[in-house]
């Protein structure tokens, strides 16, 4: 790849991890490997500034707002923090501060990291008005109701003299002892458990029934105050003000004179910090006087005044015992390593504990596929590296060589045969992974399809879950999604089943009793009325993603449309190539999805569309050309491309000279800024836009 290819890739990477992280609350990779491409952007964007993308993830903070709850706008923005995992940049950081402070003593407030999410507290008049998310670090969800919930966060400040608005921030976590409730009370329902307590605090704060939030035993800590008048002279002095008037203020903060007694505190907390009762992932390093926070400023993702240092990822040696192989919902075949301590060699596995890692027992660990086992040249009985990062699921990450040969190893047999279905495996053109073939009637492929197709994007059945699931198709009652419609009340009143938890070793019973029998049915019910697109992604179909699927729906209006459609009836929609074509055909002209496709008719499913294509509401915008670059104070860009469309104009990619207008926005990259001047583009800004609309 070429610089410029990697930055895409980069752009277009970190951007999705970000949106699955806040707004859906999951993270794809460990946290470290996020903030590691995230440094090589950084790195590769100052070596080649023009080649930066207007919507890099490196300029601005990383979350969202959602179209859940009201949106407010901060009276401060709420900033990220600049991070390292190493005590060099630490010393770097600390040099720049000196740097900027000449002949100026200043010290340092050490706070642990607390992983949860940051929330903005406004206080009018002593009383707790308003809880907000950093959201994009301009506006933020305004989750009062859900914040009010917190039993430590006094909703009235028992003190004279306070200024009438004040703002005080925090991070509202969710209690190892919370999470562990929540999570066994969704195993046991048959839902898929938050991987983390970051995860679970991120979606329980935004939850839309705060009756349920306030069950799930949702904390904070207070780390920062602002106000218009100044109370506090220092970072010190808040801290001390806040726990004074009630606030929940963490105790391990300290202060520090030189950045050797910074590094003390980081070594001090690097095991420590797995006794408290909530997650943290590393620690906060914040100027303490104001003045000099104010002298040092900020850049537009975050505070040059403070940085985190964040713990690596846990590194041990184990004992690699045997090696099981796990089928997917893509058929992919993924050896797993399953682990003991050293010193537990002779002990038989059942009594194994494992190794203990960032704060939990590990046994298990992911080993990828077939080329990562030769990579790592991996033997059962070797000693090996495992590694943790968060609570993300361990891996291997090489081999103790000088171990070898003290020992007897064997070598591991990657399987031929499918574990699961005993169909003989291949291997894809270009692919590392085996995969078994066996579509129709390999037990986890079959499960997937079915996990497929109630996502939320497609059919959105969310009484449902992968344990749920299980236990249907276990039971025989589900084969494929058109069996979901065919179940009833007595089918399933009474299930019951014991479902293993990979990651903590322990099993669970689900059972289906009155309650979640009427859900589980009515989500069924609810799903027969999703859109026609929902529908079109929901099948599985290869290449067709929520994108094809509303292209496809749009275009063709009807299934019966969809299914009868040539080759060159395809291609002829805007951006279906000659791929996805082939696909949608190959997959409409076997007989059982034309018999899966009948049975889903006939249950009722939505099989046309009724959207317009778009609504219009004027012209003044007809024949013109425009891209859409940079932050909105009024819109998402997404409603601003509704816009335009729904006025007559046209939204391209990329600035060229038969553009028009390059409606521009905060933040926006300047090499399109740049190019768009060269080309005499008209430059937009958001309000010149809003008067064009008006007259
Ligand atoms: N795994 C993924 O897919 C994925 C995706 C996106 C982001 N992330 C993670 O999230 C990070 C970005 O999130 P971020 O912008 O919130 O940065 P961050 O979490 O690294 O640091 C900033 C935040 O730290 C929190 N914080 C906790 N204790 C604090 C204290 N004592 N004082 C001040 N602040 C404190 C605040 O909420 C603040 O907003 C990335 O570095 C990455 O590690 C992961
Ligand atoms: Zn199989």
């Given at each position: 790849m070429n610089p410029n290819e990697r930055i895409s890739w980069l752009t277009e990477k970190l951007n999705f991890y970000n949106n699955r992280y806040y707004r859906d609350n999951i993270s794809e990779i460990p946290d470290q490997e996020f903030d590691f491409l995230m440094k090589e952007l950084i790195g590769l964007e100052s070596e080649f500034p023009e080649l930066k993308k207007d919507d890099s993830p490196t300029q601005r903070v990383g979350g969202t707002i959602t179209k859940d709850f009201a949106a407010v706008y901060h009276r401060f923005p709420m900033l990220s923090l600049d991070n390292t995992y190493n005590e060099q940049e630490l010393r770097d950081f600390d040099e720049r501060v000196r740097k900027a402070l000449p002949n100026e003593t200043y010290e340092y407030i050490c706070e642990l990291k607390f992983d949860g999410i940051s929330l903005s507290f406004t206080y009018e008049n002593g009383v707790l008005q308003r809880g907000v998310t950093r959201g994009d670090g301009s506006r933020g969800d305004d989750i009062t109701a859900n914040v009010k919930t917190i039993r430590s966060l006094p909703l009235r400040i028992l003190e004279e003299d306070l200024p009438e608005i004040l703002e005080i921030r925090g991070e509202g976590f969710m209690p190892y002892s919370s999470f562990e409730r929540l999570n066994a009370e969704v195993e046991a329902t048959g839902d898929t458990p938050y991987a983390n307590p970051r995860n679970a605090a991120s979606g329980s704060f935004k939850l839309q029934d705060s009756a349920e939030a306030a069950r799930r035993g949702l904390d904070c800590y207070v780390y920062s105050f602002l106000s218009d008048?100044?109370?506090?002279?220092?970072h010190e002095e808040s801290l001390v003000g806040l726990k004074k008037w009630g606030f929940p203020v963490s105790p391990g903060w300290k202060k520090c004179q030189t950045i050797e007694e910074v590094l003390d505190y980081i070594h001090t907390w690097e095991?420590?910090?797995?006794?408290?009762p909530l997650a943290t992932d590393g620690i906060v390093i914040k100027i303490n006087s104001y003045e000099q926070q104010r002298e040092l400023g900020s850049t537009a993702k975050s505070p040059r005044w403070a940085i985190s240092f964040k713990y690596k990822a846990e590194n041990k040696p184990a004992l690699l015992r045997f090696v099981t192989f796990q089928v997917g919902r893509t058929g992919a075949v993924t050896p797993v390593a399953n682990l003991s301590g050293l010193?537990?060699?002779?002990?038989p596995y059942e009594q194994v504990k494992g190794v203990h890692l960032s704060g939990s027992q590990v046994k298990r660990a992911t080993l990828h596929n077939a080329n990562e086992l030769e990579r790592l040249d991996l033997r059962i009985g070797d000693t090996v590296f495992v590694e943790k990062s968060g609570e993300i699921i361990p891996k291997i990450t090489g081999v103790d060589t000088s171990q070898r040969g003290l020992f007897d190893t064997q070598p591991i047999l990657f399987p031929t045969q499918c574990p699961e279905c005993a169909t003989e495996l291949i291997r894809k053109e270009g692919e590392v992974a085996f995969y078994c073939p066996n579509e129709r009637g390999c037990p986890p492929q079959l499960k997937g399809k079915i996990e497929h197709f109630i996502q939320r994007k497609a059919l959105n059945i969310d009484s449902l879950g992968e344990g749920k699931i299980e236990l249907l198709f276990d039971k025989g009652l589900i084969h494929t999604v058109a069996d979901l419609y065919d179940l009833s009340y007595n089918d399933l009143l009474g299930l019951e089943k014991d479902i293993y938890n990979e990651q903590t070793g322990k099993s669970k019973k689900i059972s289906f009793r009155e309650k979640t029998v009427e859900n589980i049915l009515k989500g069924i019910e609810k799903s027969k009325s999703a859109p026609f697109k929902n529908v079109l992604f929901g099948l599985g179909i290869r290449y067709v993603g929520t994108t094809v699927g509303e292209k496809l729906a749009q275009y063709f209006r009807t299934m019966d449309a969809l299914m009868a459609a040539s080759y060159e009836e395809l291609t002829a929609v805007p951006e279906i190539g000659g791929r996805i074509a082939q696909s949608v055909r190959d997959y409409f002209t076997e007989p059982e999805n034309q018999q899966l496709i009948s049975r889903l008719q006939q249950a009722g499913l939505t099989f046309q569309t009724d959207d317009l294509p778009i609504e219009k509401e004027g012209e003044a915008l007809t024949g013109k050309t425009f891209v859409i670059s940079g932050v909105f104070q009024n819109f998402e860009r997404d409603e601003l491309k509704t816009k335009i469309e729904s006025n007559g104009g046209k939204v391209l990619s990329g600035v060229s000279g038969k553009l028009n207008y390059l409606l521009a926005g905060d933040n926006m990259g300047p090499s399109k800024l740049e190019k768009a001047r060269k080309l005499g583009v008209v430059i937009l800004s958001e309000e010149e836009f809003l008067n064009m609309l008006e007259n």
């Open positions: 008048i100044p109370v506090f002279n220092s095991e420590k910090r797995f006794e408290l010193h537990e060699r002779h002990k």
